[in-house]
């Protein structure tokens, strides 16, 4: 019976294939942990800011109160995301959180716009909610950020958009493994006011004294617009926790597939190995058999 002949090379092809994908793992798991590690070290220094900032928004929410159930015609959702991935799903937590705040709050008398902050929410609104889309800004994590950098990114959305609620979507950081979707709620001076007379929830403010020669519309606005500032820059921050953290999450399960994986392969190259060596000592025992007959 005549045997098969297999060709040259099949069986240093096959163990070559398995050593480059080794080496592809130990690359990729090289480059996961060091950027667990670069996270790591900007999750640090972002905390402490997010930590601090915490103390910024609340005396305006003790006395403006933040009322997600207010009924106003006009309103723009301001959705935070980064700008790059690599960092779970904290972005389409914000997009999905988004929509259903532009549902809940549609009709045919309202008109509901976003603003977006980073480019992976814009990537995901741009395919469905165009026409909704009023401003967009990304890059925002270019420079460390400060209040003076959101200030101003809170004035130019301020002057470009018209409002009755402003609606701002971020996640809250809660820890390195978890956060907190959140929306804050940001009413223009007209509403306030309006809500003031009303003697809502913010009935109380007619019980604080003014001094100086500005009237309460004058400070109503001024105080809206320092909440807004002080919402973006707590909201800014707390988000850009909460992606360094899934970031090192995402990371650390990344390098630990990538583990995982190259034990398999090592296994499966020395077993490929193991088996060329006992074919050719079978080749060579067989040779020698051979020759003495």
């Known amino acids: ?82 700008d790059k991935g690599l960092c ?27 603003v977006i902050l980073g480019e992976k929410a814009k990537a995901q609104l741009i395919r469905d909610s165009k026409k909704d889309i009023e401003l967009i800004l990304t890059e925002l994590q270019k420079n460390p950020l400060n209040y003076t950098q959101v200030s101003v ?11 009755d609620a402003l609606r701002v979507v971020y996640n809250k950081f809660q820890s390195v493994v978890s956060f907190l979707p959140t929306m804050s709620t940001v009413l223009s001076p007209e509403i306030v006011e309006r809500e003031t007379e009303s003697g809502g929830k913010l009935g109380d403010l007619d019980s604080y004294e003014i001094e100086g020669g500005e009237t309460k519309s004058e400070i109503l606005q001024n105080l809206a617009e320092f909440q807004f500032s002080c919402v973006m820059f707590n909201a800014v921050l707390e988000n850009a926790c909460s992606e360094q953290g899934a970031r090192m999450s995402a990371m650390d399960s990344s390098s630990r597939n990538a583990g995982d994986m190259l034990d398999r392969l090592t296994l499966t190259y020395n077993r490929t190995r ?14 020698a058999s051979a020759l003495e007959g």
């Open 1 to 82: 019976m005549a045997m098969e002949q297999v060709p040259n090379g099949v069986r240093s092809i096959s163990t070559q294939a398995v050593r480059n994908r080794m080496k592809s793992v130990k690359n990729i798991q090289k480059i996961t942990k060091a950027m667990k590690m670069v996270a790591a070290s900007k999750l640090r220094a972002i905390q402490t800011k997010a930590e601090n900032s915490r103390g910024l928004w609340q005396p305006f929410t003790a006395l403006l109160g933040d009322i997600p159930s207010v009924d106003v015609k006009k309103n723009v959702i301001v959705t935070i995301s980064s």
């Open 153 to 163: 990114l809170a004035d130019d959305i301020l002057k470009n958009v018209e409002f």
């Open 88 to 114: 779970g799903g904290i972005n389409s937590t914000s997009v999905k959180i988004s929509r259903a705040v532009h549902k809940l709050n549609s009709g045919p008398d309202k008109e509901t716009k976003y």
């Open 274 to 287: 193991q088996a060329s060596i006992t074919t050719e000592l079978i080749e060579i025992i067989s040779g």
